[in-house]
């Protein structure tokens, strides 16, 4: 059974940090490649940041350059957000997305919440 469990959401003060895990199960997790997605009320789902299935080339959203870092663990099949710098724009239901690097097949989580606020 395929699952991506998303955990470390929570409130935080602009300014301050968080750092997203997706663990994976039941997929060969170096297979696929992994994204951060999030989706604010009232807006679009949007891309926030990707990284391949070796872990290189990761690549970010423009609002999230600089401030935010993904990294992967191959070995605990789990992906990671770090959140530095939060601004009250960045609160989002984040999910994080696995897609098979060559099949294109796609799983998603089911979204942790992040609040910025004072």
């Known amino acids: 059974q395929v699952q991506l469990v998303e955990s470390g959401g929570g409130l935080v003060q602009p300014g301050g940090s968080l750092r997203l895990s997706c663990a994976a199960s039941g997929f060969t997790f170096s297979d696929y490649h992994m994204s951060w997605y999030r989706q604010a009320p009232g807006k679009e789902h949007g891309l926030v940041a990707h990284i391949t299935n070796r872990g290189d080339n990761p690549n970010y959203a423009d609002s999230v350059k600089g401030r935010f870092t993904i990294s992967r663990d191959n070995v605990k099949n789990t992906v990671y957000l770090q959140m530095d710098s939060l601004k009250p724009d960045d609160t989002a239901v984040y999910y994080c997305?696995?897609?098979?690097?060559?099949?294109?097949?796609?799983?998603w989580g089911q979204g942790t919440q992040v609040t910025v606020s004072s």
């Open positions: 997305k696995a897609e098979h690097w060559r099949w294109g097949t796609m799983w």
